[in-house]
């Protein structure tokens, strides 16, 4: 029997292959076993659809169509049940949804050379805070969508689990870990028992101790860096003439998340717009703002963010370019800029590790290892909240982006 195990990311995804119980990734664009979590529908050529770093290639290079990003975002939101318009068509975003799902089962086939139809499939722990049925609602849609592009043998793992399954490969004796994947759109967290002795267990129940999850991830931190570095310069913050009313804020904010940066692209918008640049006490930051929604910049924007995110991961202080939306506009936040920013949901992810330990019956010093795994594992603040829970425990890490694709491709390889 042949199977796959499928991370779905927020940000980026991959899919992997279990066959004679022997785990393989698969390259999903060209070599690379990575692909952002995107698609473009190219409106120049009949319909094209592109996919990963060529979507984003394809919208960057300004072709007429339409980017869609953080597709999984909208399984844990109220936008699982909208629809957006492509080409002059209303389409479920859960389409949209499918379309990149069957994408990567398309992939996977090719490389096994043969129809899949098992599949070990990647979840958070949450897709939404405080809401059960929501989150049963959200693996119900996922589940779908996988039954819709071919699966029909699908097993539902968590996330943090998966790459527990990963990590302990590395491991030499047994240890209580406390496994942190913090990814584009979710945290998720497992305290589990590893070691030699439990790998190849098809059943891991008894070793998992205690899982959590809060709908926090790196996506949020790019709109908190946003709002924060960005969006001023766009007039957020800013008054009217009129009686010195506040800029509203709602565009700014739809702008400035990834999911719903598309709905901010309306006529009525640009109309208003227009009206507020004659209103505005700064009207040079609100032409700003026109230009951003007039000319499609907003995942432009995203992208700048999210680059100086990653910068300001590794420095102190970074520069972001702006020139795209006017010449030789800059931005320059520090660390300490976007270590504010996201402040709060840095504390939750703290209170929630903590509480993982807690739920598990186990104290801080009771955790030997920390493995922070997701893309945002890298961000200095997150690394330093989630040692607080677990102070003494050793920090580890590794394939940030592909621990739980391989770990989810493991376990089909035990269940075969």
């Known amino acids: 029997m042949i199977a796959c195990g499928l991370d779905f990311g927020t940000s980026n995804s991959a899919i992997g292959v279990a066959h004679d119980k022997a785990a393989t990734l698969v390259p999903v664009e060209a070599d690379s076993t990575l692909m952002p979590s995107a698609v473009f529908f190219d409106y120049e050529s009949r319909g094209r659809v592109l996919f990963g770093d060529a979507a984003i290639t394809a919208y960057v290079e300004q072709t007429e169509g339409r980017l869609m990003r953080a597709l999984k975002s909208i399984l844990g939101s109220p936008l699982i049940e909208e629809e957006t318009v492509l080409a002059g068509r209303k389409v479920p975003l859960t389409k949209v949804v ?11 086939e090719a490389f096994a050379g043969q129809e899949i139809t098992a599949v070990v499939h990647g979840r958070p722990v949450r897709f939404v805070d405080d809401d059960d049925r929501a989150d049963a609602r959200a693996q ?7 039954r819709r592009v071919g699966f029909r043998d699908i097993t539902f793992v968590y996330e943090p689990i998966a790459a527990a399954h990963h990590y302990e490969r590395t491991v030499q004796a047994e240890e209580l870990a406390l496994i942190a994947d913090i990814g584009g759109g979710t945290s998720d967290f497992s305290v589990i028992r590893v070691g030699p002795q439990h790998r190849g267990r098809a059943d891991r129940g008894r070793d998992v101790l205690a899982t959590a999850g809060l709908r926090v991830g790196g996506t949020d931190f790019d709109t908190a860096l946003n709002l924060a570095a960005v969006m001023p310069l766009l007039g957020l913050g800013t008054q009217l003439v009129k ?7 709602a565009l700014y904010h739809e702008l400035a998340a990834w999911p719903t940066i598309n709905f901010a692209y309306t006529y009525r918008n640009e109309r208003e717009l227009g009206e507020l640049v004659a209103l505005a006490c700064e009207p040079e930051k609100v032409e700003r703002l026109l230009t951003v929604v007039r000319e499609r910049l907003g995942h432009r924007l ?10 300001l991961s590794a420095e102190a202080c970074t520069v972001m370019p702006l020139a795209f939306i006017e010449a030789g506009l800059t931005v320059s936040p520090t660390r300490a800029d976007f ?18 330990i807690a739920a598990a019956g186990l104290g801080p010093a ?26 003494s425990a050793r920090l580890a890490g590794g394939s940030d982006l592909l621990s739980v694709a391989s770990g989810l491709t493991e376990m089909a390889a035990t269940r075969q």
């Open 302 to 311: 995203a992208f700048a963010v999210e680059d100086a995110k990653i910068a």
């Open 98 to 108: 499918e379309t990149f799902v069957g994408h990567l089962k398309q992939k996977a």
């Open 140 to 146: 119900e849609v996922l589940e779908s969508v996988a």
């Open 366 to 391: 009771d955790i030997d290892t920390i493995f922070l795994t997701g893309g945002s594992s890298r961000v200095p603040a997150v690394r330093a909240a989630i040692g607080r829970a677990a102070p």
């Open 243 to 249: 009686k010195g009313l506040p800029m509203p804020n």
């Open 339 to 356: 270590d504010r920013a996201i402040a709060a949901r840095i504390e939750r992810l703290y209170e929630t590790a903590r509480d993982c």
